[in-house]
T-cell receptor, first 113, second 113 residues
Framework: GNSVTQMEGPVTLSEEAFLTINCTYT??????LFWYVQYPGEGLQLLLK?????DKGSNKGFEATYRKETTSFHLEKGSVQVSDSAVYFC????????????FGRGTSLIVHP | NAGVMQNPRHLVRRRGQEARLRCSPM?????VYWYRQLPEEGLKFMVY????????ESGMPKERFSAEFPKEGPSILRIQQVVRGDSAAYFC???????????FGPGTRLTVT
């Protein structure tokens, strides 16, 4: 079956540091891949997505590249801000799996001033 | 275009009572998903509905939980005879088509006392 594995958190960084949150997946078909962000007390918001191999999704300084050969979709940002503190979820949507998305467990990011 | 609406935002119920959670999808979206999020855990899929149809309820507990998405009006997640273990945040998401990214509501935080 489909699965998504994220690095465990919390990830604690100082402002302006470089961020990487690892995400790898297992899927039977050719899924679309997503990163969602959840700020405290709120629902998930779509951050970026990629629908095919080698696509790069980007938004608000975050980016992730769909790597089919390594089945990965790592999230990166060159310089984090305190306001980036949130929980980040990697997810996939597999058309061969009735489109019900599979979410990772989430990675908490804490950015200190 | 208003986002996904959920109400109430907070719901307190005593053990044995019923909880009704409502979700109005984004305009034009006919696919609705319900998820449960327990503290310090990721999202757990519960049920996937289209108008008047339950497409997949593989994540729903077999007893006490039910969901509907009528032709008119919001989707309803109903929990009968609530127990303390039902305390969680319940999120609704919608999409225009099953294979596209989902848009999440702000969630309903259910507390069972």
């Amino acid at each position: 079956g489909n699965s998504v594995t994220q690095m465990e958190g919390p990830v604690t960084l100082s402002e302006e540091a470089f961020l990487t949150i690892n995400c790898t997946y297992t899927a039977t078909g050719y899924p679309s891949l997503f990163w969602y962000v959840q700020y405290p007390g709120e629902g998930l918001q779509l951050l970026l997505k990629a629908t095919k191999a080698d696509d790069k999704g980007s938004n608000k300084g975050f980016e992730a590249t769909y790597r089919k050969e390594t089945t990965s979709f790592h999230l990166e940002k060159g310089s984090v801000q305190v306001s980036d503190s949130a929980v980040y979820f990697c997810a996939l949507s597999d058309p061969r799996g009735s489109y019900i998305p599979t979410f990772g467990r989430g990675t908490s990011l804490i950015v200190h001033p | 275009n208003a986002g996904v609406m959920q109400n109430p935002r907070h719901l307190v119920r005593r053990r044995g009572q019923e909880a009704r959670l409502r979700c109005s999808p984004m305009k034009g979206h006919s696919h609705v998903y319900w998820y449960r999020q327990l503290p310090e855990e990721g999202l757990k899929f519960m049920v996937y509905l289209q108008k008047e149809n339950i497409i997949d309820e593989s994540g729903m507990p077999k007893e006490r939980f039910s969901a509907e998405f009528p032709k008119e009006g919001p989707s309803i997640l109903r929990i009968q005879q609530v127990v303390r273990g039902d305390s969680a945040a319940y999120f609704c998401a919608s999409s225009p088509r099953g294979e596209l990214e989902q848009y999440f509501g702000p969630g309903t935080r259910l507390t069972v006392t």
